[in-house]
DNA sequence: TCCCGGTTCCAACAAAAGTTAAGGACGCCA
DNA sequence: TGGCGTCCTTAACTTTTGTTGGAACCGGGA
């Protein structure tokens, strides 16, 4: 698999894309920045696609992305997967656990990744202590809950080039938030067959979406890269709206 | 449209599903359903297929399905509508507003309602006032949120046919915590445009769908109401686990 | 009562997506 | 350096779903 530019992560900047995306979200008070950073975190290193936790597991810990990429998902009986969301740096894709006790899906590295966990017993007590970060988490889970939103939209009603498009350009605008935007190219590590299960397609039609956004000149996709080569071109056949994302504290 | 059994509802009954449900999925202490019972409600009635709050606006209330059925839904540019959830009494749809200033989609009736509308003022101080009951709802966020996740799944992985049943025994699942269940029928007041809208099919498939069903003797759809026909079909068809649902608070 | 608008239902055809199968590229490792 | 496994790519064919257009049904209001 692809493998994501994973060098060894100081201490001090597991907690740093976390602030800078509840910066952005939410407006942050020092007293809150000072709480997260000292906030204990247990770091571990996972290899590229391997599961975190797992539905029906009972979790104990959230799971702090350092670095790499994570993808949840869900399983059924007929063997078909679907992608849920893809998840990035400074996120925590399982905050949710912390009350929903049993997983109702999956949690698993896309590329080779750092995480970090906190106890939510941790948690729970940092909220108790301060409301004011329980807010703010709360906001979190309701934005990966907006995010749900526009992915069954995504899904739903828009033709597979544009479902392509709209999942690109959401993930750009995410890493925009932690600076992980290179020029015009930016990392987007699935396969072609992972690709096929976030958009709800097979790997045989992802390939021709995506050979179809090649050969008009909007986009390429290659070793878990995204290239825009018409930016215009692209946000038109994406249809994106962000305001989902609400990434400022007045949205 | 259909119309829903709406009858006068006694103010003492407005909370009543909402505990029931609260008590299901979380359990919920005495002093937690004082506080709940002491909420000020402003009760409302809405006509059949009309906006409560549209994508875009800020909310200052959230609401409460007192009565009757909604839905919430996204409309995207090219005028295609993608149905998220359908909801019922006991439940509070956009309890997302409360920390997701702006509406990111819409949430309108399917039938005529009764609904109630609690300040965010008044739920902020109750928060503050009874971290219990902070936790009780943002736990009822997170379910909100797990039921998208599932959407995803079924929009994206099942069959058409498969969609569609797993819709209705969702629905079904949840009218029988309130007790709205009629023997192997309950009412699912959509139109056949607005089934569509739900699966990510056109009305027309929708119609084919529903026949498909009908002449397979798994279930009929008639006038808003499902009646199963055969259970063990109608299961085997419909895929359907419901621990996304965390309808007991160990789960 | 009859008409009207919104549903439901259906058929014929078109387009999108799934299936199957197979060859080629590429990195990894022995 | 050669072989192996994974991923990418494509073609041919099948199935599902969308589109268009029209008929039948049904309830409510004039």
Same mark, same amino acid.
């Given at each position: 698999m692809y493998r994501s530019? @994973?060098?060894?992560?100081p201490s001090d900047t597991i907690r740093a894309a976390l602030v800078r995306r509840l910066r952005t979200s939410s407006g942050i008070s020092d007293d809150d920045v000072k709480e997260i950073e000292a906030l204990p975190i247990a770091v571990r290193q996972y290899p590229a696609e391997t599961p975190v936790v797992r539905d029906g597991e009972r979790a104990t810990d959230c799971c702090l992305i350092a670095d790499g990429f994570c993808a949840r998902s869900k399983t059924i009986p007929s063997g078909k997967r679907q992608i849920l969301s893809i998840h990035i740096p400074?996120?925590?894709?399982? @905050?949710?656990?912390l009350f929903l006790h049993v997983m109702d899906h999956d949690l698993s590295t896309l590329t080779p990744c750092t995480l970090g966990f906190i106890k939510h017993e941790t948690l729970r007590k940092l909220h108790q202590r301060s409301p004011s970060v329980a807010e703010l988490f709360w906001r979190d889970t309701l934005i990966d809950s907006a995010m749900f939103r526009e992915w069954i939209v995504n899904v739903g009603q828009r033709p597979a080039p544009a479902r392509l498009a709209h999942v690109m350009i959401e993930l750009r605008e995410r890493l925009r938030v932690i600076e992980r935007l290179d020029g015009n190219s930016f990392e987007m590590p699935l396969t072609q067959e992972q690709i096929g299960e976030a958009l709800g397609i097979t790997a045989v039609h992802a390939n021709r979406v995506i050979k179809q956004l090649r050969q008009e000149g909007i986009a390429e996709l290659h070793r878990g890269r995204v290239t825009v080569l018409d930016e215009r071109k692209f946000l038109e056949l994406a249809d994106f709206d962000g305001r989902y994302l609400h990434q400022s504290p007045t949205l």
């Open positions: 530019e @994973l060098t060894r992560v400074g996120e925590i894709p399982d @905050l949710m656990s």
